[in-house]
């Protein structure tokens, strides 16, 4: 039996019922999804589906660990309104994951995004506005609001509450009586008086606001007040994540940028720290040196941020990469114009920007990036090509090329027997340090953090005195990588749920 992956889907516990049990199989059996052969279809393998394998560790060295989660995660459509599951269209479904399964000690912080700012007018606007109609924010241009009214306060399926709260997101927007992802927080942190907790607003889909409320004072002013009154109805905030994505650079296509953002955002900085004085401030950067040298991140340090977090992901993706790459990878490859990779941007902040190592903390990712019809030249460093959305969609979880570790371990990766599942293989790149699977039956690539990488990111960020690693996402994480993180950062393993020692595997090079 294995440790990593239930054999089918538990479904998830709902007063002493199962609900949704056996949802995976069936969407499965509804697309005639085969992950040996399939290139393009959508799995939808929900993250209940692998085990929760988090150890307990020591820390104590000063080296954290920081995880990321968000409201939206605990949905599944597949639930129905009861055990039966009956009326359910099983060939989609949500991410269901429990987020009740965290430990409130596998994390120092833990980060709750699934924030945007009210006049965004990029991709997600239409929930934004919602979302700020349930919380009797509509039209306040410049507020911050959760985007995901049901998730943040309201929700108890995937949230470890018993029933309902009143129904009215504003009037259940306090720490004492939300449900939902603030709920399952506070009680984390109640359980754990040492757990911080932080509020990430912003993210790739939601930076389209930063541009032009960061150069209004009446915004700015608007932007740090509703910060001040989430802080004070949820007092477990400590730390604020503005996560611009990026100032002065290119970010999401919806995005406006220019020369005065970072001055603007500086400002904006500023005015935060004006009225949270207490709390930590985050900014975010990318894995990219071109765009950090438009970002000016010793002005915005000077400001007031007092942490970065190095968004070391998505540096490949399809459809707009040009080539077959990696997208989490520690090292670059000296062949590569772009020489993306965690070393190349640490080693810009601190040897050039003169940032202090400490203030940076390398993230890992939960996710993957695909890409169908691919062939594999060279592995390292990796070479090949591949062709883009040939069909539409690119084989992920639940969005076109990108899939959760969930749906890695269960159809793609048996890390117990070292190996590759349904025709896969696992390779390492050796000059990258970065993992990746493909199959030459299906022709799909598959480029992830594993427990091996991201236990090198972590030994990375030891030896250069960096703040720590930071787990993007961490509520589709079954504790693997968090695990591997902590022994990479030195930490002590203090209770075993799994041993991680025989899952440090590296692929054919």
Known sequence: MSELVNATDPGIDVNGTAWG???????????????????????????????????????????????????????????????????????????????????????????????????????????????????????????????????????????????????DAAADFTQDKAHGLLGTVAALAKRNPKLKVGLDVGGWELSEAFHHIAKEAKSREAFADSLA?????????????????????????????????????????????????????????????????DMNIPLLVASGAQRINLLAFDLFGTPWAAGLGHHAPLRHDPNDPEGNSVDAAVTYLVEELKVAPGLIHLACATHTRNAQRATVSAISPLRGAYEPNCDGTTVGSFESGKSEQADVLRNYLDLEGGKGRNGFTLYTDTRADADFLYSEQSSVFISLDTPRSVKAKAEYARANKLGGLYAYRADGDTGLLANAAREGLGHTVTATVVDMKPLYVTGRS
């Open 21 to 167: 049990k056996g949802a995976a199989e069936k969407t499965y059996q509804a697309n005639g999804f085969d992950p040996a052969r399939e290139d393009s279809k959508l799995s939808y393998t929900p993250r209940r589906a692998a085990k929760t394998v988090f150890n307990t560790y020591q820390g104590g060295n000063g080296l954290t660990l920081s995880g990321y989660v968000a409201a939206d995660a605990a949905h599944d459509s597949r639930y129905g309104t009861s055990a039966a599951g009956t009326g359910v269209d099983y060939r989609q479904g949500g991410p269901g994951a429990d987020i009740a399964r965290i430990p409130a000690d596998a994390f120092d912080e833990i980060v709750i995004g699934g924030v945007g700012i009210i006049g965004d007018e990029g991709e997600r606007k239409d929930a934004i506005d919602r979302a700020a109609r349930d919380f009797k924010l509509a039209g306040q241009r410049g507020r911050a609001t959760f985007t995901d009214s049901l998730g943040a306060v309201l929700a108890s399926i995937g949230y470890g509450f018993d029933g309902a709260p009143s129904g």
């Open 229 to 293: 009154r989430i802080f004070q109805a949820f007092p477990m905030f400590t730390a604020l994540h503005l996560d611009w994505q990026y100032p002065g650079a290119t970010g999401n296509a919806a995005n406006a940028y220019g020369p005065e953002d970072p001055e603007n955002f500086a400002q904006l900085i500023r005015a935060v720290k004006q009225k949270l004085p207490n709390a930590t401030i985050a900014i975010s950067a990318p894995a990219a040196v071109y765009k950090i040298k």
